[in-house]
């Protein structure tokens, strides 16, 4: 037997129980599963989003058989890079970064500095979005991590929530002798620099 619970309600039972650090499940119809297959015990990941009034929560596990933190450029470590584009269809007029676009950079737990941070890109407009958490935490086969991004946070230099959105997720592969390896989930050439390189993901 199936048990459903209020989208609205799990978001909110998520973000006060937890601040975004356990990975309490959130269960509801508005979801999207999103992989990453690489190697099964190396450089693979699954993105769960799940889409509430109240925003976004993104579970996002990863598969890595080494993890690496300590290097001074934040892409040469482990990490994900999450990429959204919030503009309705009708504002979806050029392939470039402008309002309503946003990278996102994780850092994990496991850095040596800026530990569990999010970087912004770009930075020449408002791409912060208030009120978004973040945690992380190492497992047996990887790491974890947890995001909630807040509708209230998103009106004030995006879009609100829509029952679908562009996204691209990058996961950075390193290895301690040499730099990290990229994967996206779009497989697009230079996926990260133009939105309209992003997939259309529908909340269900």
Not at 6 to 24: D, E, F, N
Not at 127 to 142: A, F
Request: with cysteine; charged share 25%; net charge positive.
């Amino acid at each position: 037997m199936k048990t459903h619970v209020s989208l609205s309600l799990a978001c909110v039972v998520v973000l006060l129980l937890t601040g975004c650090q356990t990975r309490t499940p959130v269960m509801g119809e508005k979801q999207v599963v999103c992989n990453i297959n690489g190697d099964d015990a190396d450089h693979s990941m699954d993105v769960v989003m799940n889409r509430c009034q109240e925003g976004l929560n993104i579970a996002i596990t990863v598969r890595d058989d080494t993890i690496v933190g300590s290097h001074k450029r934040i892409y040469d470590n482990d990490m994900v890079e999450l990429y959204f584009d919030f503009r309705p269809v009708r504002k979806r007029t050029i392939n470039a970064y402008e309002s309503g676009v946003v990278k996102l950079d994780l850092l994990p737990s496991f850095f040596t500095k800026n530990p569990d941070s999010i970087g912004y890109y770009p930075k020449f407009y408002k791409t912060v979005i208030p009120g978004i958490c973040m945690k992380s935490r190492l497992t047996k086969t990887g790491y974890t991590i947890d995001v909630f991004i807040p509708n209230s946070g998103l009106r004030l230099h995006h879009y609100p929530l829509r029952d679908y959105l562009y996204v691209d997720y990058l996961l950075q592969d390193a290895d301690p002798d040499q730099h990290s390896q990229p994967f996206s989930y779009s497989q697009k050439e230079k996926s990260w620099k133009y939105p309209f390189n992003f997939q259309k993901v529908v909340f269900k």
